[in-house]
């Protein structure tokens, strides 16, 4: 589990969320994104929109399966990066 | 999960925006036209009403109000997106009349843009419609062209 903050000015909006996707795909394991008490399947753009998280935001992303840790460190790279 | 009780082989989606319907390898962004977030349609907007395209439950809505996330009564998400960039606007002049939880129906008035105001600040207003979760179709069939609110211009299957 790799906790990252959110730096990308706009938050969560469709641009991130859709790169989060394609990033997924590379990966077998299940990955999900937790924001306070709720949890998004990082594969699905619609639960991730639906967090609904903002630049400053702290996340959890955890995956489950054969090569967790990779999707882990690169999906956490992704969500800290600035984007826009 | 969501439980497909009685799932209809075809989706009908109706025009949920006066405009003219372009394929979604014309939107320009490549979010949209390279189809990350889906496969679907967009709209070119003549006017900054968005009536709903199908029955469902809004699932989701930005804070911003530029995007509104609907789950049909067939399973399928849809997502509408209003304009390009328009995240950017901070929901200025984004007025939604639904809220996360509705269930809405087809034609039902789900949000009003100012689209003068959207292209004022040098934003596009070309509307992606698109349909996220894309294991649940497997072929898209849209009508292009000039399209009054509720003309049908989308089949799923």
């Keep these: ?84 | 999960m969501f439980k497909k009780l009685f799932q209809k082989s075809v989706t009908e989606y109706k025009n949920p925006i006066l405009g003219t319907v372009i394929p979604l390898e014309e939107v320009p962004d490549q979010v949209f036209s390279q189809k990350m977030v889906g496969d679907g349609f967009a709209i070119i907007p003549s006017d900054g009403k968005v009536y709903a395209p199908v029955n469902g439950e809004i699932i989701q809505i930005f804070p911003t109000k530029h995007a509104i996330g609907i789950l049909d009564e067939n399973g399928i998400e849809v997502l509408i997106h209003f304009g390009i960039d328009t995240v950017e606007l901070k929901g200025e002049n984004f007025e939604a009349f639904i809220q996360k939880g509705d269930k809405i129906t087809v034609g039902q008035l789900l949000l009003e843009v100012d689209i003068n105001f959207v292209i004022g600040k040098g934003k596009s207003i070309v509307t992606p419609i698109v349909f996220t979760n894309k294991s649940q179709y497997k072929s898209i069939e849209i009508h292009t062209g000039e399209k009054a609110v509720g003309d049908v211009v989308c089949t799923l299957k």
């Design chain 1, 1 to 84: 589990m790799i906790k990252v903050v959110i730096q990308s000015e706009n938050g969560m909006h469709a641009r991130p969320a859709s790169q989060i996707v394609s990033a997924c795909n590379a990966y077998e394991s299940e990955i999900f994104i937790n924001h306070q008490d709720t949890q998004a399947n990082a594969r699905s753009i619609m639960n991730l929109l639906g967090l609904g998280i903002s630049k400053g935001d702290e996340v959890e992303v955890v995956a489950d399966g054969p090569d967790a840790d990779e999707a882990e460190q690169a999906i956490a790279k992704i969500l800290g990066e600035a984007h826009d």
